[in-house]
């Protein structure tokens, strides 16, 4: 224990975003830049963790000492998931999921036709992976950490917090990592793609909120403390 907490332990990381194919060139797709990612990867790895890190698309590579899996769309991210999960002690949840994905992917590029109607794209919706984690959990009665994020906007932070309060009941994660944006578009430039953050990290069983700020990696090392900190020694 000591300096390297998770020594001996298994921890799953999911990072990035998804991509949700509309067709064999083009895709939904989010503005997560993967950062907040690698920075807990980088800091479950300094505690001593063996890293499964299972990401979509990043602006930033795959750090060094894990071990990288990539997948594109949500239900590639599910099974990937799901299946490392089986055995692992932590999981964590930093993926930006598209909650939707077209209905059907045309075999061929969609073509602007003039002589044809411009195309409406179907959604359906993708499965909550981190609602299937905590049911398989459950199923399994085996102990494991589960941790979520949450982007949250509100007209003020206590709004912001209550909407993270009533995801946390919903999704019924052990912690909750919430980042507040900010009402209005230029909000999520606080958090996308930028170094640093700020967040709340709300824990189910009602023990006390911590913040934390500062780069994402300062962010990433305080919540693996509040994870290390619950795991207790091995
Ligand atoms: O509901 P919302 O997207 O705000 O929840 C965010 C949390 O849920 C993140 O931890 C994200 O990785 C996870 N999530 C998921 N499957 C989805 C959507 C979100 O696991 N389809």
Same mark, same amino acid.
């Given at each position: 224990a000591g300096a390297r907490p998770l020594v001996g332990r298994q921890v799953v990381i999911t990072a990035g975003g998804t991509r949700e194919p509309l067709d064999p060139v083009r895709f939904l797709g989010n503005k997560s830049s993967g950062k907040q990612g690698v920075a807990l990867a980088e800091s479950a790895l300094a505690a001593g963790a063996e890293v499964t890190f299972i990401h979509g698309h990043m602006d930033v590579p795959a750090p060094a000492g894990v071990k990288a899996q990539s997948i594109e769309t949500a239900l590639e991210l599910r099974s990937a998931t799901l299946a490392a999960a089986a055995t692992a002690d932590v999981v964590i949840m930093a993926a930006a999921v598209a909650d939707f994905r077209p209905a059907t992917i045309s075999t061929g590029k969609i073509k602007k036709r003039d002589d044809v109607a411009d195309p409406v794209i179907k959604l359906v919706r993708n499965p909550d992976i981190l609602v299937e984690i905590v049911a398989h959990r459950a199923a399994q009665n085996r102990a494991q950490l589960i941790v979520g994020f949450a982007a949250e906007t509100g007209d003020s932070e206590s709004d912001a917090l209550s909407y993270a309060q009533a995801k946390l009941q919903r999704k019924g994660c052990d912690l909750l990592v919430v980042n507040?944006? %900010?009402? %209005?578009?230029?909000?999520?430039e606080k958090v996308f793609g930028q170094d640093g953050n700020r967040v709340e990290i709300l824990a189910l069983d009602g023990a006390g909120t911590v913040q934390a700020a500062g780069s994402k990696r300062e962010v990433a090392d305080a919540v693996v403390r509040v994870i290390a900190g619950r795991l207790g020694s091995p």
């Open positions: 507040e944006v %900010g009402p %209005g578009e230029s909000g999520t």
